[in-house]
């Protein structure tokens, strides 16, 4: 067992490692020290103290913005912070996500809390060395350059003298500006930085000694649930109170304008009278008809075009002379899918709001909360909690708002658990999205231009609104929020003329947020399906294609495509493969993108096969080349690269909300199915390590590639071309029908 | 009216609703949280236990319908307080990301290997299709299980 996940003070102020608070703790909510423990503890972006803290022990604490979904960054983190200090990664420990004690990093999503997150704690520890060694190299009296650190231990080449870190520092803080320009290893000289450490927390989650959110507990907690109207919209007209009278440990039934709760005594008490309590609610019927949305989407009406890219005149020389193609892709609205619907613990007291949750935000969330309660932004903490993984903004944020007013209303510490269904009804959705696609060929089968029209909807990855708050119409932000969906809308292949334009919407049917590789994903999809029609369009090997319009001078790009190419054992030659014969036909297809055109490269190619009379695709492999610069820990990247590709496979075959006119209807794993293991592809990944780059993310980019990888591996089977994602059996079956139609006509 | 359950070895008598499943029972009233709350419909396996051995939802399975069969969590499968063999085979292997579906997991997988010691990959895919995983580390999982299977001595 990992000794440094057994319980000690700042464990239990964070709440990892211990199951239950201290109870000062959720006293300490309604004190007055409540909103600065410790009392001095910078959370400045530009402090060292802010980052990092050592202890008259020697023990280093690092104080992370950015926190673990699950994805492994604690360990991330703390081979970079212990490296750059020369200190081992037994004398770190992390504090992630805890408004009053760490620097808000921003949120942690797109990929971002190595390659943002890391990078600035880099800074800080490099910052902090710097001024430990010139601290002792002033009181021997020699130049830093005469010293040598290990093990947090600083001793004089010429062997007279030795500091430890501890008795520098130890206790006291650095007062001190991180330094940008301090300088960090030399790449070649990094000890723990790019080597396959196994992960801090996997341990503690194989022997149920791990803390989750869901295991959370303070003393004197009740158990909230949350009672959700039936239809999005609706208003609650009667409860009627004596429906639960039976129901043994009731504490209060909250009633709020449209949001309903209930807090027991035992959770099955609240869970039970959640489910028995007799309610009746207004009709609404707010969203489009299912079998129409596309056209909902076309017809919605569009507030602003963002142009990610222009260049040339591609709209003339698509008008102009030439062989045209157009096609129109579309995928579909999904849902985050945590295996453990979202929870969190508020403790309410003297006026100010402690928050236990695993938000990916907890400095935005801590607004949220201050906005809805009309709290001073210092009454507010939010503390973070390791969940289940959230692969976006999900319900976490959202059952925090439930929990805290419910606990307001009780007056003590609630715990709110999200059902199944409160979880596939109501965490926010990715939006749908749905792509026009065109391009001219010339004679001599050049690619001339290329247009694509994205139809989206309007925002950013700003804050999501928190049900509740909706609900029970408290103050928000009613911001639409669905991420940074523009990215990879632009492409980063060589045509004279190209015009890509993002349509944004001023609606969507769901409330939206962002799901792993939001927008990238979509909008990769239909840019390397589409790429891959011109490719069979002008006779060309797909791979080769993709080579032929990549910038020469793109060296890293073109590297990948090579690796892969070896990888993949890729046969050269057009698709579709021929001939295509019998039932059960094989394929392959690749995919690639530089992600954002400003980070990590990837490359990709699955292997797929179709039976053409069911119309079940069954991906058998996946190969995947990956160059992310720096690579901290392979171990971790290859985890993530693996995780990417099944989930994305499960997204890219599978997974489509249902909905009525009124509310979601796939509130389950049965209506909302996911891959399972019989489903699952072999996997090969190569990873390109680059350790004198900049170090870019890897949580998400691989999975951008895998919808189109699968579906230009289906063309290759079958010559059939799949362009709505998800490829479900029906679907699939009806495409290739209506092809073999096409073919005897 | 109190309940008597073994679990774990170990009898308890627990004062609770007899409808109450027993999930709710051994995170609550036993602070074990191995088994963990996923849909409480036994279709994602994340509260997976063994009674008398075999795989069950506990999210679905009453206490009063309990009885006397012993019941096993994540926690019963530490031998003198470490990881069995299974255990350290998912952590020799990473087999995890958040998580939460990992001790159903392990307690589906115990099950298969007790039962079928050396299990061919399409065997272990099939015994393990009823739990669900989201982050994608089923790749991983399939390995650990092949791993204490086999015996296999941890890699470098």
Redesign the interface.
Known sequence: ?NGRFAPSRRDLLQGAGA?VVAFSLAEAAGGATAQDLPPSKSVALDQVDAFLAIDDKGMVTIYAGKVD????VRTGLTQIAADELDVPMASVEVIQGDTALTPDQGPTYGSLSIQNGGVQIRQAAATARAALLDQAAARLGVAPGDLTVANGVITAKSGNGVFTYAELIGGKHFDLKVNPAAPTKNPADYKIVGKPI??L???G????E???I??FRVPGMLHGRVVRPPAIGARLESVDESSIENV?GIVKIVRDGNFLGVVAL????A??AAREIVTTWSKSETLPEQGKLWEHVRTTKILKDDVTSNIGDAPSVIAGEGKKLSATYDFAIQTH?????SCAVSAFRGGKLISWSASQATHNLRKQLALMFSLPLDDVRCVYV????C?GRNGHEDAAADAALLAKAVGEPVRV?W??ADEHGWDPKGPPTLIDLRANIDASDTVTAWESEFFIPQGAADDVDLVAATLADLPAEHLLSPGGIINDSAIGYKFANIRTICHRLERTPFRASWIRTPGRMQNTFANECFLDEIAAAVNADPLEFRVNYTDPADKRGLDVLDHLARLAKWETRPSPQKPITGNLVKGRGCSYVKYELVRTYIGAVAEVEVDRATGEIRVSKFYVVHDCGQIVNP?GVK?QI??????TV?RALKEELTFDRSMVTSL???SYP?????E?P??EIELIDRPTEKLWGAGEPTAALIPSSISNAVFDATGVRLRSVPFKRGKVKAALQSASEMDRR | MPIAINVNDKSHVIYAEPSTPLLYILRNELALHGPRFGCGLGQCGACTVHVDGRPTFSCILPLAAVGERKITTLEGLLEDGKPNKLQQAFIDEQAAQCGYCISGMVMRGQALLRANPSPTDSEIRNYMRPNLCRCGTHAAILRAIKRAATGQEKRS
Not at chain 1, 337 to 341: A, E, K, V
Not at chain 1, 386 to 389: A, K, P, R
């Open positions: 067992m199951c979904l699950g994805t492994g196994e992960r927390d996997i341990p989650k194989l022997t149920g791990f803390t989750y869901q295991d043994p035992s959770e099955w008490s869970v039970r899918g945590s295996i453990g619907p390791d969940g289940s993984g692969y658990q059902s199944r171990k985890a693996e995780g990417c590709v099944i989930q499960s389950d794993w049965a996911i891959l399972t293991f019989p699952v072999e996997i």
